[in-house]
């Protein structure tokens, strides 16, 4: 359901506010590791033939050589054309078998990393959505947005092509040494002196790849993180005229993410320059101890050429396996960052709640490490009755809304649903019996009716335009609930979008209802006219307004004031005018008086 919708920061700050946010967590190495083991063996029968296919394919591949050795001999020593063009044709059979058994493997590669990929994707998103919501508006947009869309890309990218790459040219390598041992050993020696080096380097460049990687990871999602916040808040920063600064925060940023890639295009270029001079070592070394040991009478002319064709195709595979190196090192940190999701510590949300009676009883609460904002502030809404809550910005409007939604939980006191903390009950029974809409509605790029069962998915047609109606969205009712809404279809206005939202809240049909400046951004002659149909559409419900317009306070059952973080005043709009008070205060200066 989207009618919890974080408020954003009260506050646009400049840089600083991007570094205040607190990331979430990545992954240790060990919990990458099983989270690969974990990826692999959900899908274990495909990951099994997969490897089966290529094992097969690289046996066949070391027919190439070794039978071409044999030709070789075999013209020496007198073989007849027949006997020598069958054996040309087994070798054109196996190169043909090589072929399909590799477009086979690869295929079965392919399928194996899109499943796995899918099923990653899923998960991430179900953590996400398992996430508390004050802990996901900490972590900012950017670093769930990279989490959950860039990382799972390159973890996609790396079990669908890389990591099949990767499988493939790993066996052929293991093989075409084991062809070159089977030939001769000396000449399986000669051909492993380069390999030593080789992992040398290749650890080398793992282990300083490995931070830039993380590096280049982090760097993108602040950038992101920077960019986002910029355009969320673009009409801040227009208003308070901090284009310069945020644009200098966005150079910055760019600059970070420029100075890791470049970090990493450097340790790349060593390490294949290094690689490429090994390759061509390796291949000399072959053929000088071939040439010797041919010379000696140790080996045959063919068994010296399938050894120097051995020698010049393992480089193919060993290379692929370098240079993916860097891709499993991007899965790795990618996977780290998305591992890192599922480790955010939330306390089980199992209370089940006794009742509907929702209260606050002397709560303080202030956010992160920040001063309170609520000052053992108490507020029981009676069942059924609309409570309107006013008071001056900053008083503590919102924050008393989100206590009581749940999203918070107070630092001393409590706020209680049927008597268990509200943050103990578990989030899919909570919006059963409490929802809050905040001004701020998310309309999904899918059918009207697709966006309104979000709410309660067993709702049928009638419920749905039932709940229109009652919101008075005639546009609604007119395009019909199969109408597709999003930006590439029927673009909403504020007020359309909010019309969504109040409508999600009549389908959910919860037992208490929390608006918080739920028609701020409708015009004040529709908001009144969207109130109205609304109050109509909830009666018998608990419903605690959090109202800007004093307007919408004058009809409600109780009005709470709040000043400060407190309760400045409770009662009846005619017994707060008559008490001469804060409220009577704010009543005349909203009507001019
Ligand atoms: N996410 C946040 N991080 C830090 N401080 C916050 C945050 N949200 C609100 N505050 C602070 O908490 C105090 C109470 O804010 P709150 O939003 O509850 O007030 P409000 O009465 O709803 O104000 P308004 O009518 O302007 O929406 C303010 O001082 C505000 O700056």
């Known amino acids: 359901m989207s009618t919890v919708v974080p408020k954003p920061r009260k506050a646009f700050e400049d840089g600083p506010a991007d570094e205040a946010q607190e990331r979430l967590p990545i992954a240790g190495p060990a919990e990458v590791r099983r989270a690969f083991v974990r990826i692999l063996a959900d899908d274990r029968g495909r990951a099994v033939q997969v490897l089966v296919l290529y094992l097969l394919a690289a046996v066949f591949s070391t027919a190439l050589p070794v039978l071409l050795g044999q030709v070789v001999d075999g013209i020496g020593a007198g073989w007849s054309v027949a006997r020598i063009n069958a054996v040309c044709s087994v070798l054109v059979g196996c190169v043909a078998v090589q072929f399909v058994l590799s477009r086979l493997g690869r295929r079965a590669g392919y399928r194996f990393g899109e499943r796995a990929a899918a099923q990653l994707r899923e998960r991430v998103v179900v953590r996400v959505l398992r996430l ?3 802990r996901v508006e900490r972590a900012g947009r950017g670093d769930l947005g990279t989490r959950t869309a860039a990382d799972v890309n390159t973890v996609a990218d790396l079990l669908r092509d890389h990591g099949p790459i990767v499988a493939t040219s790993l066996i052929e390598v293991v093989v075409l ?7 001769d050993p000396l000449l399986g020696l000669a051909a492993l002196v380069t390999l030593v080096p080789l992992m040398l380097a290749a650890r080398r460049y793992l282990r300083r790849a490995s931070g830039a990687f993380v590096e280049q990871r982090a760097a993108l999602s602040e950038a992101a993180e920077t960019l986002s916040a910029s355009g969320a808040g673009s009409q801040t920063v227009a208003a308070l005229a901090l284009q310069r600064r945020r644009r200098d925060l966005g150079y910055r940023r760019g600059e970070q993410v420029f ?4 970090r990493v295009v450097v340790l790349q270029s060593e390490f294949f320059m290094v690689l490429l001079w090994l390759n061509r070592i390796q291949v000399a070394l072959v053929l000088l101890v071939s040439g010797l040991w041919y010379f ?5 002319v063919g068994a010296a050429a399938a050894a120097a064709t051995i020698a010049v195709r393992i480089s193919n595979p060993t290379n692929a396996v370098m240079t993916h190196l860097g891709e499993f090192q991007q899965g790795a ?6 591992e890192g999701v599922g480790l955010v510590e939330s306390a089980p949300r199992e209370a089940v709640p006794s009742g509907s009676d929702l209260r606050l009883d002397a709560v303080t609460f202030g956010y992160g490490d920040g001063p309170d904002v609520l000052h053992g502030l108490s ?11 006013v008071g001056p910005s900053g008083a503590g409007k919102s924050t008393i809304a989100r206590l009581l939604a749940g999203i918070d939980r107070p630092r001393s006191g409590a706020a209680t649903l049927g008597g268990v903390a509200v943050g103990d009950i578990g989030v899919e029974e909570l919006r059963r019996r409490v929802v809050l809409v905040t001004q701020e509605h998310y309309v999904f790029t899918a059918t009207l009716r697709d966006n309104l069962v979000l709410a309660a998915p067993e709702a049928g047609d009638a419920t749905l335009l039932e709940a229109l109606r009652r919101v008075d969205a005639g546009w609604a009712l007119e395009a019909g609930l199969d ?20 409508a999600r809240v009549v389908v ?16 004040p002659a529709s908001a009144g006219r969207v109130e109205t149909a609304l109050a109509a559409a909830l009666a018998g419900r608990t419903v605690i307004a959090i109202a800007h317009q004093l307007q919408a306070a004058a009809s409600a059952d109780r009005i709470a004031v709040v000043e400060a973080g407190r309760i400045a005043e409770e009662g009846s709009h005619a017994e707060l005018l008559a008490a001469g008070g804060v409220y009577a205060g704010l009543w005349h200066a909203w009507r001019g008086e």
């Open 333 to 338: 940190a990618a996977l780290a960052r998305i």
């Open 132 to 134: 508390p919501l004050d």
């Open 379 to 389: 507020l029981h809404p009676r069942p059924g009755e609309r409570l309107v809550v």
């Open 296 to 300: 000696e009478g140790g080996l045959t």
């Open 259 to 262: 100075g890791t890639f470049a």
């Open 508 to 523: 959910a049909d919860p037992d208490v209802v929390i608006l918080d400046e739920a028609t701020a951004g409708i015009d």
């Open 177 to 183: 040494y084991a062809a070159m041992f089977v030939i």
């Open 483 to 502: 109408v597709m809404l999003g930006d590439e279809h029927r673009r909403l206005s504020t007020a359309e979008a909010q019309q969504i939202a109040l």
